[in-house]
């Protein structure tokens, strides 16, 4: 069992930065890949960021690139995500997620609104 609580949403203006934070427990935090996904009203949830167990390999949605930059702190059972030049298209639910024996756990999500 896997619990997710993400935290560091609010709103923003155009070119602002955010840094979301994402809190793991219940299980071997470090073992685990790690993701960020958003969401939109009437859209699938995308993928954003992805970061490997040990943080030494990253991926990005090609929306994002330049722009985010996912971490994680295995201390600290924390995954980040720091959003610089934010855009009004970056509004939406943002969502961390990690994939256990094919299971997806989930956070509440957190509320990104950048104003223009």
């Known amino acids: 069992q896997v619990q997710l609580v993400e935290s560091g949403g609010g709103l923003v203006q155009t070119g602002g930065s955010l840094r979301l934070s994402c809190a793991a427990s219940?299980?071997?935090?470090?073992?685990?890949?790690m993701g960020w996904f958003r969401q939109t009203p009437g859209a699938e949830r995308e993928v954003v960021a992805r970061i490997n167990w040990s943080g030494t390999n990253t991926y990005y949605a090609d929306s994002v690139k330049g722009r985010f930059t996912i971490s994680r702190d295995n201390a600290k059972n924390t995954v980040y995500l720091q959003m610089n030049s934010l855009k009004p298209e970056d509004t939406a639910v943002y969502y961390c997620?990690?994939?256990?024996?094919?299971?997806?756990?989930w956070g509440q999500g957190t509320q990104v609104t950048v104003s223009s």
């Open positions: 219940g299980r071997t935090f470090s073992t685990y890949a």
């Open positions: 997620n990690t994939r256990l024996n094919a299971y997806d756990y």
